[in-house]
């Protein structure tokens, strides 16, 4: 038995992946079960020690009552998983995981206890992963972490890859050999899609049409709305078991806002790149390939914080609209939607 482990990295169209291949397991490989088709929870659950479980992104701002029952959750999904492995095994089926925090540098002594789980298993573990260019992937990254509320400040330092802290432990644990990497450039992707390019990569074949792009980046004027709360206002709320799900549905109202998209100047980005230039360099030898970003004049860059709070403020009427068609569209009950307008008055009255 093949064991799969595609490792992101993060923005190189993962989520698409795993949709897909969640969504179509067949008889040439079995899909590992979770409570949804990316398994960097499962991964970061599984392959921590529980405290450090406890303070994982996705489960942290699920509340207490949440993070008391992580023990238990661990030993059920260890189960769980373990189940999967002998099915795959027993029907001579491939098992595939994808977890981009895989390739996150924190997460170095998980991916050992993974990797030697998956060695008890298995005949041959191959680790997949994609690469992309720096600005780009900055510009991406800086957009996720505004939505998760990791960051409320543009640090601009802070977003650059750290590429050889991803992706040498993986050639360390796994050896090199086993661990495939690519640019994630559409040129160099099979049919230009991620997807079917991953599916090349492991003998399945995919159905293009079927392939949807998922996790879709904001516009610049949503970027500059978001940036603004975390920055000034609430933040993101948790605490909660659904406090994730909300946050989603906060996004998606503000996905709607805007058409430009993100940019970084050469003043603000440049000093980042040339600060960087050996593990630019680092990461293109193990390429065999340049990761140089191409110019594209369709970002409308930014200097500053300054700008995206401007942006935000021009976009106040926008926001204006999002916030009626919220109330407007909410499936909560007719009372209970009148008093959350009426303290929502109230709070702008006050």
Not at 211 to 227: C, G, K, P, V
Not at 255 to 266: A, M, P, Y
């Amino acid at each position: 038995m093949r064991v799969i482990i595609h490792v992101g990295m993060h923005k190189t169209g993962s989520s698409s992946i795993q949709n897909y291949f969640s969504q179509h397991a067949g008889d040439g490989f079995k899909y590992a079960s979770w409570r949804g088709p990316n398994h960097s929870g499962l991964f970061a659950l599984l392959f921590q020690e529980l405290e450090e479980a406890k303070a994982y992104h996705g489960f942290n701002v699920r509340g207490q009552e949440f993070l008391d029952r992580l023990g238990e959750m661990q030993k059920l999904w260890r189960r769980r998983l373990e189940a999967d492995l002998a099915e795959a095994k027993a029907g001579g089926k491939d098992f595939i995981l994808s977890a981009e925090d895989i390739s996150a540098p924190p997460f170095e002594k998980a991916t050992i206890a993974m990797r030697d789980l998956f060695e008890q298993w298995a005949d041959e573990i191959v680790v997949i992963g994609y690469v992309r260019p720096p600005l780009s992937y900055a510009r991406s990254a800086f957009q996720q972490r505004l939505k998760g509320g990791s960051v409320d400040r543009l640090k601009i330092f802070g977003l650059w890859p750290a590429y050889r802290k991803r992706f040498e432990k993986l050639d360390t644990t796994f050896g090199r050999d086993r661990v495939h990497l690519k640019k994630f450039d559409p040129d160099a992707l099979v049919g230009g899609n991620v997807v079917a390019d991953f599916g090349h990569q492991i003998g399945v074949d995919v159905d293009a049409s079927k392939a949807e792009r998922a996790n879709e980046t904001l516009s610049l004027e949503a970027t500059a709305l978001l940036f603004l709360q975390r920055l000034k206002g609430d933040g993101y709320v948790g605490g909660f078991p659904k406090a994730p799900a909300a946050n989603d549905k906060f996004i998606a109202a503000l996905g709607r806002i805007g058409t430009r998209q993100l940019g970084f100047s050469d003043a603000l980005w440049g000093p980042v790149l040339q600060h960087n230039d050996e593990d630019m360099k680092w990461m293109e030898a193990r390429l065999g390939t340049d990761l140089a970003d191409r110019p594209d004049a369709r970002y409308t860059a930014i200097d500053s914080e300054d700008d995206l709070i401007a942006i935000a403020v021009e976009n106040y009427p926008a926001l204006e609209e999002a916030l009626i068609a919220c109330i407007r569209s909410s499936d909560t009950p007719a009372q209970e939607r009148t008093v959350r307008a009426l303290d929502s008055l109230r709070r702008h009255c006050y």
